[in-house]
């Protein structure tokens, strides 16, 4: 039985013919859409690489089947960008030393951005801290994450009240 | 992962229609879709219910009681500011579940329904009753140090690994449900089973039953005051409990009125046991009392395997969660929630 599917991927819509039911999510992207930048490392909800946003959320794309996902919107790290211009998150990844080899970090990325967007964790290392620990870190390069969400959190936020100014206030 | 066929009814009647044996209800699919890649689940349909109209709202009722749809996202029940203020510690367990995306994912009744952690049962290759009937109880002779300590049965040994569903149980919530007979509701005490010769049967649904919604009784607001879930896990975040302890007063005049008390990660249910909470009534609050209940919890325990740590762990859990909501509930959620660490933990 073959079903399709519209996705819209990084802003572009997309009429996917599926084969078999089975396809996450995550291996359509990378598999049949030629979009490896999300990665797979568990495949089990446990780590969080495969971070993306769908409908504007961050979830897991590997526990997602794409046959449930007609007519949704999916943002990857490949859409972040706006042609040579870095988001702020990408680019306070690269201030703040938030990796080392790299693997995570498109999903950290993802993940931080969808963070940012639900504004529960604001400017707190602790809450950015416990935000972010769905996505794990075999380098372990938590400290300069924490300092990457925090720094882009500010960043992304000018006309919001942080803590800082609270003080000074 | 085994084929199946793929179904996304328009209605509560077209999805309990399109149910037959070997079908499942598909949520957000976290808990579902994982253990089909391992196996463990072998639905030959899959019955796609996120798109079902009418099951995603929260509303609070004038008498201090609650409707939560099935499809309600964890973290869209646990931001809900009118919500997390009435019922805080359903907030907090929530958000001491999993992960910011699979809170973003995970539905009100996917949680609900979730299967047991024990490793035996996640590995299709062991003997595991729960799975297969007859089949033997891999987990009695193997790693069973985080397995029940109450309510137990020589048939099976693992625990509920539900966070929403400890505060749940010690709010008498209500189960909605809808199958081809028509729909009841299922008191919370009596949703999930525990295990006696019958591990298979998890909960008191009937096969293709639909959760439609979870009710929150009136009344259950009363508690807002002085509620807090109490988590210990082996990592400060995204970890299962080792054991947890929802716990609830109602103070009045210093004392308290009514209490709540649940216990997570004890049993295949949360554990609650009315004589403990009634022994507070009256009372005000003090850490020898607290100290006196929790024991009174905990009275029917023994270890179902190297695991009698957790019996003095729990105990502990439930003197320091009734502590905490004696002192009160946190004006703001806690950075880290349900943590025994980070503020406001010594209070
Ligand atoms: C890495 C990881 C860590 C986790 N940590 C925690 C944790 O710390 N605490 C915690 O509580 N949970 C934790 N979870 C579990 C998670 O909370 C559950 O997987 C999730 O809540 C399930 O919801 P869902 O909507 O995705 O359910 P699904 O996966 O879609 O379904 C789960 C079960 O519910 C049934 N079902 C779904 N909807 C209905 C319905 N309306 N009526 C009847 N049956 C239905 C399905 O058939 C299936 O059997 C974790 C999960 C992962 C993967
Ligand atoms: S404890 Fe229960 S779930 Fe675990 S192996 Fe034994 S029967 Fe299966
Ligand atoms: S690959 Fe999806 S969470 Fe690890
Ligand atoms: S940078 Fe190597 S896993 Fe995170």
Known sequence: MSHSITLTVNGASREIALDDPRVTLLDLLRERLEMPGTKKGCDRGQCGACTVLLDGRRVNSCLKLAITLDGSSVTTIEGLAEG?????VQAAFIDHDGFQCGYCTP???MSAVGLIAEGQ?????ERIREG???????????HGI??????ATRRMAPATETAQERKSA | MNRFDYARPASVAEAVAAWEPGAAYLGGGTNLVDLMKVGVLQPARLID????PDLDAIELTADGGARIGALVRNADLAHDPAFAAAFPMVAEALLAGASGQLRNAATVAGNLMQHTRCPYFQDAHSACNRRQAGAGCAAREGDNQSLAVLGWSDACIATNPSDLAVPLASLDAVVEVEGRNGAREIPFGEFLRLPGETPGKETALEPGELILAVRLPAGAAA???NARYLKLRERTSFAFALVSAAAALRMEDGRIAEARLALGSVAAR???VPEAEALMVGQPPSAELFAQVAAAAMADARPSGDNAHKIELARRTAARALSLAAAGTPARMPALPASPFGEPAHA
């Open chain 2, 270 to 272: 949360p554990w609650r």
């Open chain 1, 121 to 125: 964790a604001g400017d707190d290392p």
């Open chain 2, 223 to 225: 508690f807002r005051g």
């Open chain 1, 132 to 142: 972010m620990s769905g996505n794990l870190c075999r380098c372990a390069a938590y």
């Open chain 2, 49 to 52: 219910v996120n798109r079902l």
């Open chain 1, 84 to 88: 040579e211009v870095l988001h702020p």
């Open chain 1, 146 to 151: 924490t300092e990457a969400v925090l720094d």
């Open chain 1, 107 to 109: 999903g950290q990325i």
